[in-house]
């Protein structure tokens, strides 16, 4: 039983450039949601899709866009990276809305340089 | 503003004894807490939740309670085990919504 996996795993970008990151969910598992996770903090909520539509939205600025597929696989894009945009992205899924638990991949880690 | 506070950057623990891993929270609306564990490299893992209508929920060596009065939680782990040392985040959410974490703490289990 897959669990979830992210691509890629790590990640080197320039200040001004576009990055796509991708995740795959749990079998079985419908909902994605993105973190950022900054050194030394937790997670943050970035946003949450279900049925190919967002449907939360963290305090992240419209830089920030994602997008789900009919396999419910998603994706996140940043435009126009800052030094402040790297971290490690984490892609999570769950069944359903509720209940919370979410089951996390291994991350992609970002550097903007 | 951080809702979700976890107030010891590490804690270091012997084999055998009792770990416990605490968490403060400021939102009344969270109802339901749960602890992840990370190990360097990886996502983190679910290890343990509890809703707001309980006290404490076990499972084998891990325990959480949690005192709503005082808006704390707490993660117990007995006996520790040198595999238990990893980052524990502490995370809430309400109305089964998404999860707002604390920034961890770093538990070292020595042999």
């Known amino acids: 039983d897959a669990g979830v996996t992210q691509s890629p795993t790590h990640l080197i970008k320039t200040r001004g450039q576009q990055v796509t990151l991708r995740c795959s969910p749990k079998s079985g598992h419908d909902t994605v949601s993105w973190y950022q996770q900054a050194l030394g903090q937790g997670p943050q909520f970035i946003f949450q899709?279900?049925?190919?539509?967002?449907?939360q939205r963290g305090n992240f600025p419209d830089r920030f866009s994602g997008h789900q597929f009919p396999n419910y696989s998603s994706e996140l894009n940043v435009n126009a990276l800052l030094l402040g945009d790297s971290a490690l992205y984490l892609c999570?899924?769950?069944?359903?809305?509720?209940?919370?638990?979410?089951?996390f991949g291994p991350g992609t880690r970002l550097t903007v340089t | 503003d951080q809702q979700v506070k976890q107030n010891s950057p590490s804690l270091s623990v012997q084999e055998g004894r009792i770990s416990i891993l605490n968490c403060d929270y400021t939102n009344s609306m969270f109802d339901y807490f749960l602890w992840y564990k990370k190990y360097p490299a990886e996502g983190p893992t679910f290890l343990i939740s509890i809703s707001s209508i309980k006290d404490k929920n076990e499972d084998g060596r891990f325990t959480v309670f949690l005192n709503k009065s005082a808006k704390h939680l707490s993660l117990h782990i007995v006996p520790s085990q040198p595999g238990d040392s990893a980052v524990y985040f502490c995370?809430?959410?309400?109305?089964?919504?998404?999860?707002?974490f604390g920034k961890g703490t770093m538990l070292l289990v020595s042999p």
């Open positions: 995370a809430a959410s309400k109305g089964y919504s998404t999860l707002t």
């Open positions: 999570a899924s769950s069944f359903g809305l509720s209940p919370p638990e979410q089951y």
């Open positions: 899709y279900y049925e190919e539509e967002e449907r």
